[in-house]
């Protein structure tokens, strides 16, 4: 490593960030654990751990039902969770945000709500090539069940993806456009503001799905002009079982209940229910209470932390990953795209991805290899599967070093 990479973000302290979570003290294998699978789950700052202790050993009871002191708490913690979530992401009321299970099940409620609702045989749905399985299966639910269809925006070999092809795609059909913020393969960090820009010019509503993106930028959905954003809580350093849909009010005012039960009701007779305004009449059921508490601790904890001090170490550390694993013979780089989040992935001549994350783990090296739920990128890019490296910021140059001595040592193993 050389000085000057190492000096490069100076106002951002990565050893007392790691402090914050345990469990990165801890060994593997006898060897001090690197942590590089952050795209797949995020570590816990004992922060949000003590927060989901303090909530089931303090102030636990069910939420928006008991007349009692530990019930209002706990509803409150639930409610100040959902305001936290407001402010972070910058929703212009408390009612555009849902709480879900994560995305997956937010990108499946819009699909069955929305989607049924207002979508129909002749209209197009515009996906990327890039897309998660969870924006890619939900809208082919849809399309069998409405007709609609779906329209693909190619991606460049290097992982950008253009605006122009878009334009290309997006038409009079097009009503909704469905895409990633971030690729959880490439990294590759889309236009989004300019791709809603083009999709409301022809009438239509963009979801974005925020799984990596909110990771590694601040976002503002009324900024970025989008119509849906959602995002799951275990990526952000917080608990899973939790994640957010936001929605612009009138979309979910007009939007039909996703699953029936407790608390999405205001009246219910055996002829006929009425529902709850938004978001309770999509959080059927006892919701994730805890887990909604811990993630507002985990936004309380990057609130906490200077934020573009953290973007800037996290592209150091892509940066510096992505110019030496370059030099390792055999090496190749998937995912080049300038405008790139921290996520790296590659094959290496003659070793299997999955040999790879195996050879690594022996080594305290936490890497993913697979085909990480975009098997349509895997068949563009020629490839079954890739390893990938993804950096949090908790991560160090060091651990990059790691990696690389890592993937030397599997090529004298594999090869
Ligand atoms: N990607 C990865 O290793 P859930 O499972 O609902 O929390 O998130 C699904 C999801 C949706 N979109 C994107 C862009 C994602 O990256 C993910 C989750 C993990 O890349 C697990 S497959």
């Known amino acids: 490593m ?27 294998h006898g060897k001090p654990l690197v ?3 952050s795209a797949a789950s995020a570590q816990k700052p004992q922060a949000v751990i003590d927060a989901i202790t303090r909530a089931y050993t303090q102030d636990y009871a069910n939420v928006h039902r008991g007349a009692y002191y530990l019930s209002e708490t706990s509803t409150a913690a639930y409610e100040a969770a959902r305001e936290k979530v407001r402010a972070f992401i910058n929703a212009k009321s408390l009612s555009e945000v849902v709480f879900t299970k994560g995305a997956t099940e937010a990108i499946n409620l819009v699909a069955a709500t929305y989607g049924r609702k207002f979508l129909k045989a002749g209209d197009e749905i515009v996906l990327t090539a890039v897309e998660h399985h969870s924006n890619i299966v939900p809208w082919q639910l849809l399309r069998d069940a409405v007709g609609c269809e779906l329209k693909i ?23 909704l456009v469905a895409i990633a913020h971030v690729s959880n393969v490439l990294g590759t960090v889309l236009p989004v503001r300019e791709i809603a820009d083009l999709a409301h010019a022809a009438g239509a509503k963009i979801i974005l799905d ?73 959080e059927a059921g006892t919701p994730p209470i805890v887990q909604a508490i811990g993630l507002g601790a985990a936004i309380d904890y990057l609130n906490s932390i200077d934020r573009a001090a953290a973007a800037a170490h996290e592209d150091t550390l892509l940066r510096y990953a992505m110019t030496s694993l370059a030099q390792i013979p055999g090496m190749k780089l998937i995912g080049t795209a300038r405008h790139k989040a921290a996520v790296q992935s590659f094959v290496m001549e003659g070793a299997h991805p999955h040999d790879l994350a195996t050879v690594l783990d022996r080594s305290g090296v936490c890497v993913r290899a697979g085909h990480h739920c975009a098997q349509p990128l895997m068949e563009i890019l020629g490839v079954s ?31």
């Open 2 to 28: 050389t000085a000057l990479a190492k000096t490069k973000t100076p106002a951002f302290d990565v050893a007392k960030i790691r402090t914050d979570f345990p469990i990165l003290s801890r060994t593997v």
């Open 35 to 37: 942590y590089l699978d």
């Open 153 to 175: 925006v190619p991606v460049n070999l290097d992982g950008s993806i253009d605006v122009a092809e878009f334009a290309k795609v997006i038409g009079p059909r097009t009503k």
């Open 210 to 282: 925020g799984c990596q993106g909110i990771v590694h930028q601040h976002v503002d959905v009324q900024a970025l002009g989008c119509d849906f954003y959602v995002f799951s809580g275990h990526k952000l350093y917080g608990p899973t079982g939790i994640g957010v849909l936001w929605a612009r009010a009138e979309l979910l005012d007009a939007m039909p209940p996703y699953q029936g039960g407790g608390d999405m009701i205001d009246s219910v007779t055996f002829a006929k229910t009425t529902w709850a305004p938004a978001p309770a009449k999509f």
């Open 385 to 415: 599967a890739t390893t990938r490296a993804s950096f949090a910021i908790y991560n160090t140059m060091d651990e990059v070093d790691a990696l690389v001595t890592a993937l030397r040592r599997a090529q004298e193993v594999l090869l």
